[in-house]
Every structure is written in structure tokens, then in C-alpha cells.
């Protein structure tokens, strides 16, 4: 599930499994709840990953099912282009950022035959893919979030299995050379299913699910500076971050509980009881939108409407 901004209103790209092999995208108004044109639905696999980027204006969804990477225009639900086919592996993770005013989807892999996660980046304009893939990763890549680091796009990038033992790592890459910033974090205690970016104390940081961890990763040195959950709550499923009021937060599901945290005391500020594994998203308005399963929910702060 992906957030962006079509015509004024918040509206929110998500991806659901419509049976084990199958699944759609719909787009809907954060505030309204209604569907945005039609659901595109012609993906042959299950939605794997959603983000969002603006190319030319318009905003589009980029998406992952299979070895495959759709564009979709948000208002319409229309295809843009032609898939991305030829990846070695099925698309694990998505996320978008500019480089040089170029929209870009940066494309994780995994599952590939010689045990190597591999990263691609694509120019969303083209669909040309931008050299050869990223790799070096620990067999899976498993999420991924961008930020900028000194005025240029950086990818952190999480990769490792679920197995003991799988060596699981989060790396940092300058997206347009491909080479590796500070050291990995490493010696994590489970899969990093999730992280995003921010920014604390005007430093780039990215918040990082592992196991049943959340641990805040310096983006420049690659250290780990500090933790917020103790893993008494279940696996992390999902962390996204914004910026409310000038304080840098980050929303983390685990298990059945949604925390709200400010990460400079490293605070819990709220929680929420949810009855399933959430995905969350941070809508420009401000709300906080919840996919469930086939639900999705909607937070709002009091007062806001």
C-alpha cells in the first residue's frame, strides 16, 4: 500500500490478494472512502508491492505481481506502458524516488537461482531499466525504503531470510552509482519485513523492522543508534514515518498492536488493537490508513475532520 495525491485529495494505492494466484489494486479516497476508476486486475499473481510516484504531474502507481512491474495512472486505473519483464526473481519490494527530476522505481528481487537478491532501477518516464542490477545481497531482498543523503537518492535496502542463521542485513546504496554508503547493519534478530525513512535532528534515518525489533539505523554510518520495541508484540509487518507537528514519528505494526512513536525521547505516544498483521501508510493529510486483510481503516487526529 502506497499514499500520494490526485486533484487535492489524499488517496491511497492498495494491494489485495483476491485468491492465492490473483490480486488487484484499488485506489480510494482517504477521506471518503470511495473507489477512484477502476481496479486493474490484469496481473496474472498475487500484489507483492505498491508505491506511488508523479511523472509529468499525474500520479501513478507502480506495481509488483510476479516477476513482473506494472505502471498504473491513479485517476483512470489504465495501464501505462508495457510491464518490466526479464527479472531474476519475483518482486519482493518497491519503492520510488528522483534522480536528476527522473521519477525512478527502484525494484527488489528475490528468490533468484544463484541465491543473490538483486535491486533494479527503472526509469518510470522510459521504462528503461538504468544499468546493470544492484547486488550482493543476502539471498532475499525484503523492503526497502529511499531518502537523500548529502543531496543525492539513497535506497536502503533489507535483505536475509527467515531461517536461523539467514544473515539478514540492511544496506545502503547511492542510487546513481550503485555503491554502498557506511557499513550494513547486521546481526539482526529476525527478517527485516519493513522500514522507512525519516529525518532526526537533521540527520537521514531509517526505522527498521527485524523480528520482533524496530531499531533506528543511522542512513550515512549505517549504525544502529537506538530501539523501540522489545518484541513482546509479535513480528514487524509494516513501518512507515512522517513528520506531525515537527516531531519525526514512526508507525509500527507487530502482531496485533499499531504504535505510534516519536522517535527523538523514543516514546510510544499511541496504540491501536488491530485484528490482523496491518500495513500502514501515512496519507498527505495526515491520516493514518490501515490495510487489514480485505479492510482497510482510516485514523484520523481528533479535531482534524
Not at 484499488?26 to 477502476?38: A, N, Q
Not at 505498491?50 to 504531474?57: I, K, S
Not at 522517535?263 to 496504540?271: A, F, S
Request: net charge neutral.
Amino acid at each position: 500500500m502506497a499514499c500520494t495525491v490526485l486533484n487535492g485529495r489524499s488517496i491511497a494505492a492498495i494491494g489485495i490478494a483476491t485468491s492465492r494466484s490473483s490480486g488487484r489494486v484499488d485506489v480510494r479516497d482517504t477521506k471518503t472512502g470511495y473507489l477512484i476508476g477502476e481496479p486493474q486486475t490484469e496481473f496474472g499473481s498475487r500484489v507483492t508491492a505498491v508505491a506511488c510516484t508523479v511523472l509529468d504531474g499525474h500520479p501513478l502507481a507502480i506495481i509488483g505481481a510476479g516477476g513482473r512491474v506494472y505502471s498504473q495512472d491513479v485517476a483512470t486505473g489504465r495501464p501505462i506502458g508495457e510491464p518490466l519483464t526479464g527479472l531474476q526473481g519475483q518482486v519482493s519490494a518497491l519503492t520510488c524516488t528522483v534522480l536528476d527530476e527522473r521519477p525512478l522505481a527502484i525494484i527488489g528481487a528475490s528468490h533468484t537461482r544463484d541465491g543473490v537478491g538483486r535491486v533494479y532501477v527503472r526509469d518510470v518516464a522510459t521504462g528503461d531499466l538504468m544499468g546493470e542490477p544492484l547486488s550482493g545481497f543476502n539471498n532475499e531482498v525484503t523492503a526497502m525504503a529511499c531518502t537523500e543523503l548529502d543531496g543525492r537518492p539513497v535506497a536502503v535496502i533489507g535483505s536475509g531470510t527467515g531461517s536461523k542463521g539467514g544473515n539478514r542485513r540492511v544496506d545502503v546504496r547511492d542510487v546513481a552509482t550503485g555503491h554502498p554508503i557506511g557499513e550494513p547493519l547486521t546481526e539482526l534478530p529476525g527478517r527485516v519485513y519493513a522500514l522507512s525513512c525519516t529525518v532526526l535532528d537533521e540527520r537521514p534515518v531509517a526505522v527498521v523492522g527485524a523480528g520482533g525489533r524496530a531499531y533506528v539505523q543511522d542512513v550515512a554510518t549505517g549504525r544502529c543508534t537506538g530501539s523501540l520495541l522489545t518484541g513482546r508484540h509479535g513480528w514487524v509487518s509494516s513501518v512507515t514515518c512522517t513528520i506531525l507537528d515537527g516531531r519525526p514519528l514512526a508507525v509500527i505494526s507487530a502482531g496485533s498492536t499499531l504504535g505510534v512513536w516519536d522517535l527523538r525521547p523514543r516514546k510510544l505516544m499511541e496504540h491501536f488493537v488491530v485484528p490482523s498483521l496491518a500495513q500502514a501508510a501515512v496519507a498527505d493529510d495526515g491520516s493514518l490508513v490501515v490495510s487489514l486483510k480485505r479492510d482497510v481503516a482510516v485514523f484520523r487526529r481528533t479535531g482534524t475532520g
